[in-house]
């Protein structure tokens, strides 16, 4: 009995071992893991997608595209398949299926082919939310529909677009300058191909340098950005710039008013290449900007890149080189008056390599050149010269981990060198001459193994700073998220900043004909900013969202001219104090035919210089955008813009007076005294001008051939024809305008 009894609890326990143990090999099989990753490209030319959705939902888990196209979705099941779903704005939608192997990184790569011209309707989807959206907050991206759907003033540009985005003011239609969230124009940092460019403008600020045609994508991060980015404090605005056509030789011609354009594209054995240019050949448009002076000025941009791949020589590795021209000339024929230089040179090298494992890294050497030059001709104005060369190498290593977050480091060493030649008052020669290195350790994790929270912390970390003062430093960024309903995303984040270049630039100055750059004096500390900001984004309908963001602000060590010098000796510059706080609202909708824009912002920004604390002249409390678009059909596409700004702060005028002023006191002559005309001020930026309002029309047709497609496009700029001010002339007091009404036209050939 009892040998039967034992003999059945042996039984029994083995039966259970077996169970136990087949539930646990059944357990770890199921759990085995795999990853999925590839490229979405454009089908017809080969060009990543920005953004694209990549969402598996069987187990509703997706990615979006980086700037190359590249997308990795970690963790997985295995030995399951899987229905993979790409989609686009603009494009036909792809679904795929796709099994997913254990311990292994399946790969797929996926043209996308655009939407149907014929119908003019853009493929709407619902647009899941992925971890690259709930971490975006303070972060616009901007793709060639948004910048080629607005009206234009004379051509499509990159930099005017960035007005309609909140938080962003300008002072005006007159120039595409830009100022973000209560910081000054040099706090600003444009990224074109990872290579920084020191002056993005044409024509005394008008333009941008950056051609709308050579752009892919471009991410916008105002306020706080990754570790990876540092030197500015206030906005970085990242451009990648098209690879050119992977499947066929093709070439753009285009004109407008102001501009001719060429660009030519193609394939080759291991890649692709992209040659870009544009020059002025008619000025005579600029007069409505400048109240119908002469804009005796002439300028060109030129660009190519190429890009090689080859899997027999290194799987996976990519190698692009780039490089950026620009030049502008103002050429005054009258002997009376002052000519002005300036250009870019960019050029670079770049090796992103993907590795069998979830790691990649990126190596990148880079120069960015900018000389400009003042030639004072028979005029009083004193010469200058300056330039700036800067040398970076960047190395960038990313890890995803099986949970997947994602974990990068890099380093960066960089060297300025600044030249400045101007002759003071007493036509004495002036040299200043700075050169700097600093190296930069940085890195980053992004806690993704939630569904519902994530975190993304990141360090920079200044081993050297380019200035004297700059030193050792520590900038801790940190952002995060949380997602209580599939429609509802709240967001937070802060960071610190510093900068160690400026330009001796008065930022009173209405139009800046000349932005000198320099390092940091020895004895000025680097300006520092602490960026705090809250949001929540509300998704409505399934391309549509409403969004609100609330920033705070501080600067110190702001670096300001030194308005009270008087003796050479004296400091050119002096540290002041700043700070910015506002609220940022946002509406968008869309469908098939069209979509809807608005966004209102209410700021305040404030300077304190020598204890005295102003309102700067960016300075705007209420800012309000709304755009409209709507396809027609028949490839017709018409657009709606208005703008509205509360005016911007401005010194007024107390008086004049005459100042008596006597010829050469060894060889006086009484035939040459004379009156001179100075004006007194009031106090600084107490007064604002009217408000500033204006609504813009766009007409757009593209007409398909057999050999050529021809993009014709029309805009009316300040179509009710308001009188926005721009400036009072102080020594007239005449009032100067901006825009008046204004019709502009453009033609575009694809062959």
């Known amino acids: 009995m009892s040998l039967s009894f034992h003999n059945l609890c042996f039984r029994i326990n083995i039966k259970i071992s077996l169970f136990l143990l087949l539930s646990f090999t059944t357990l770890v099989y199921s759990q085995q893991w795999g990853s999925l990753r590839g490229f979405v490209t454009d089908s017809t030319s080969g060009e990543a997608l920005l953004t694209c959705n990549v969402y ?40 795929i299926d796709v099994r997913i192997s254990p311990n292994k990184i399946t790969e797929l790569n996926v043209q996308l082919v655009p939407s149907s011209l014929e119908f003019q309707e853009v493929e709407k989807i619902g647009q899941r939310i992925t971890k690259q959206d709930q971490f975006n907050i303070g972060i616009e ?81 105002k306020g706080e950005f990754p570790a990876k980015y540092g030197g500015r404090i206030s906005s970085i605005m990242k451009v990648a710039t098209k690879d050119g056509n992977r499947n066929k030789f093709s070439s753009t011609a285009s004109a407008n008013l102001m501009t001719g ?62 490089g950026f ?78 949970n997947n977050d994602q974990f990068t480091v890099g380093l960066e060493f960089k ?31 992004e806690l993704l193994q939630f569904d519902h929270f994530g975190i993304d912390a990141g360090l920079r970390m200044y081993m050297t700073g380019l200035s004297l003062k700059g030193g050792f430093s520590i900038e801790p960024r940190v952002k995060g998220f949380w997602q209580p309903s ?39 500390e680097a300006t520092k900013s602490i960026n705090l900001s809250l ?50 609202n946002s509406l968008t909708f869309e469908t098939n035919r069209f979509s809807f824009k608005a966004s209102y912002t209410l700021s305040w920004a404030f300077k304190k210089v020598d204890d005295f604390e102003f309102s700067p002249k960016y300075d705007s409390r209420h800012n309000v955008n709304f755009a409209f678009n709507y396809i027609l059909g028949d490839n017709w596409e018409a657009g709606i813009s208005w703008a509205y700004n ?60 057999n050999f050529a497609t021809l993009e014709l496009s029309a805009s009316i700029i300040n179509v009710y024809d308001r009188k926005n001010i721009f400036y009072f002339k102080r020594d007239t007091g005449e009032k100067v305008n901006m825009l008046p009404f204004l019709p502009t036209a453009s033609v575009k050939v694809k062959f």
Do not use: C
Request: charged letters at 25%; a negative charge.
């Open 646 to 705: 509360s005016g911007f702060p401005f010194t007024p005028l107390r008086g004049y007076f005459d100042r008596y002023e006597l010829s050469d006191f060894f060889d006086y002559d009484p035939a040459f005294d004379k009156y001179s005309i100075y004006t007194i001020l009031g106090e600084r930026n107490i007064k604002r001008m009217p408000d500033y309002h204006r609504l813009d029309i766009a007409l757009s047709k593209i007409i398909h051939f």
């Open 325 to 402: 021209f620009s030049g502008d000339n103002f050429d005054d024929p009258k002997p009376r008056s002052d000519d002005f230089k300036w250009g870019n040179d960019l050029l670079s090298f770049e090796w992103v390599q993907i590795y069998d494992k979830p790691f990649f890294s990126r190596f990148q050497f880079s120069y960015s050149n900018f000389k400009g030059e003042v030639i004072p001709n028979d005029t009083d104005v004193k010469p200058r010269f300056n330039s700036l060369k800067d040398f970076t190498f960047d190395a960038e290593f990313s890890l995803v981990r099986e």
């Open 535 to 584: 949001g929540a984004e509300y998704f409505y309908l399934p391309s549509s969202s409403v969004s609100v963001e609330v920033y705070y602000r501080t600067i110190k060590n702001l670096a300001v001219i030194n308005e009270k010098k008087i003796f050479p000796d004296d400091p050119a510059l002096i540290n002041g104090d700043g700070r910015a706080y506002g609220i940022e």
């Open 261 to 322: 354009k060429l660009l030519i594209e193609g394939p080759y054995k291991f890649g692709s290449f992209i040659l870009t240019g544009r020059k002025s050949y008619s000025t005579s448009i600029l007069k409505n900007f400048l109240n119908d002076d002469d804009v005796p000025i002439d300028f060109y941009d030129f660009s190519f890149k190429a890009n090689y791949t080859d899997q027999n020589f290194l799987k996976n590795g990519r190698f692009t080189v780039f």
């Open 56 to 95: 598996l939902s069987e187990i509703e888990l997706g990615a979006s595209t980086d700037q190359r196209g590249y997308y990795f979705i970690n963790k997985i099941p295995a030995n399951q398949n899987y229905t993979v779903t790409f989609s686009f704005i603009g494009y036909k939608s792809k679904t």
């Open 486 to 524: 599939k429609t509802l995303i709240l967001k937070a984040s802060a960071g610190s900043y510093r900068q160690e270049i400026a330009t001796i630039t008065d930022e009173n100055e209405v139009i800046s004909l000349f932005d000198p750059w320099t390092i940091y004096p020895d004895y000025l």
């Open 415 to 445: 060297t300025v060198k600044t030249e400045l030649e101007q002759e003071n008052e007493n036509s004495s020669l002036v040299e200043l001459s700075d050169f700097g290195g600093s190296y930069v350790l940085y890195s980053n994790y």
């Open 141 to 221: 991206r901007i793709t060639l529909k948004d910048i080629y759907s607005k009206p234009q003033t004379v051509e499509p540009d990159v930099l005017r677009l960035l007005k309609t985005i909140p938080g962003v003011t300008s002072t005006g239609d007159i120039s595409a300058k830009y100022y973000v969230r209560g910081g000054t124009g040099d706090q600003n940092l444009v990224k074109l191909n990872g290579v920084s460019l020191y002056n993005p403008f044409h024509a005394l600020g008008l333009f941008s340098v950056v051609d709308a045609d050579m752009v892919n994508s471009i991410e916008f991060h």
